[in-house]
T-cell receptor, first 113, second 114 residues
């Protein structure tokens, strides 16, 4: 089954404790991205990757890092989480940059205390 | 970056009623997309629009790409309880640097009263 998976689905952590949210897709997609969703703000792009080893900042990259060492995986790293990063995070993948069917993962709800 | 204004923010409607929502942009877009997000899940693409004036349907859903290329509309006819969710518009300007990025509206939360 074609899908995007994220782990963990829920996470409660404390300020400053490094964490990684994993994202994996099994569709051989080139383009992957991370979004955060906050009430009243919709979806905002954090980082995106056009292909392996190619990443770039989205609209709200501060406080986040990503890597794309393999085509299928695109982890989101919070080196020193802060409470304002409490949010619902979505990973998404698309066959190629510019194609429209963007497949979203199920989301990761992060709470930073 | 580009700004998308989506309205209304939320709607409560009776089952069977028609629904309309829209998005307006401060910039011209070459592509308009409409997504639906069910509770607890990620957004799913409903309709994609590529040409100014284009009108596209997907079952009870109809979306239009505005003539000015700065707006788009989504209509749902004869709403049913499973239409409940958050509907997002998204636009893309397919030219120049950053052209692959989508800009999302803030969403319209739809509630259907049986």
């Amino acid at each position: 089954e074609a899908q995007v998976t994220q782990n963990p689905r829920y996470l409660i952590t404390v300020t400053g404790k490094k964490l990684t949210v994993t994202c994996s897709q099994n569709m051989n997609h080139e383009y992957m991205s991370w979004y955060r969703q906050d009430p009243g703000l919709g979806l905002r792009q954090i980082y995106y990757s056009m292909n392996v080893e190619v990443t770039d900042k989205g609209d709200v990259p501060e406080g986040y890092k990503v890597s794309r060492k393999e085509k299928r995986n695109f982890p989101l790293i919070l080196e020193s989480p802060s409470p304002n990063q409490t949010s619902l995070y979505f990973c998404a993948s698309t066959r190629q940059a510019g194609t429209d069917t963007q497949y979203f993962g199920p989301g990761t709800r992060l709470t930073v205390l | 970056g580009q700004q998308l204004n989506q309205s209304p923010q939320s709607m409560f409607i009776q089952e069977g009623e028609d629904v309309s929502m829209n998005c307006t942009s401060s910039s011209i877009f070459n592509t308009w997309l409409w997504y639906k997000q069910d509770p607890g899940e990620g957004p799913v693409l409903l309709i994609a629009l590529y040409k100014a004036g284009e009108l596209t349907s997907n079952g009870r859903l109809t979306a239009q790409f505005g003539i000015t290329r700065k707006d788009s509309f989504l209509n749902i006819s004869a709403s049913i309880p499973s239409d409940v969710g958050i509907y997002f518009c998204a636009g893309r300007l397919s030219q120049g640097a950053g052209s692959y990025q989508l800009t999302f509206g803030k969403g319209t939360k739809l509630s259907v009263i049986p």
